[in-house]
């Protein structure tokens, strides 16, 4: 069987790193986009079957990136989970739609809570 694509976009490297040896060792392939622009561009290159998004990023946000992707054929139903420290529910909400269960907060989650939700995403 296949491994599942899991694309990590996160400007953090410590973070990105982390996230890439949690996913392999669950036996996931995990790919790195550390900007919106390279996000967008592997997104469509690779076709993950899920994307980490992190919302503050050094080129444009990513709030752009999923605009950008749910303007594509593939990125319209693209499954993306919303992993962020700086921003409040109500402003993600009001930027994407995106179901707040889709929404973590990176004080606030945990490996075993992240993997959770991968595979419930994934499952969907």
Sequence with gaps: MQKKKVLIVEDSA???DSLVDMLELSDYDALVAPTGREAVDMALAE????IL???RLPDFDGYEVFRRLRNTPWGATAK?????????IENISKN????TQDVLFKPDWSIPRLLEQIQK???D
Excluded at 47 to 50: Q, Y
Excluded at 96 to 99: G, N, R, Y
């Design 80 to 88: 993306i989970v919303v992993l962020t420290a700086s921003e409040s």
């Design 53 to 55: 998004l992190d919302i």
């Design 47 to 50: 076709e993950p079957d899920l």
């Design 121 to 123: 995403k994934l499952a």
């Design 96 to 99: 994407i739609s995106l179901p």
């Design 14 to 16: 410590y973070l990105a």
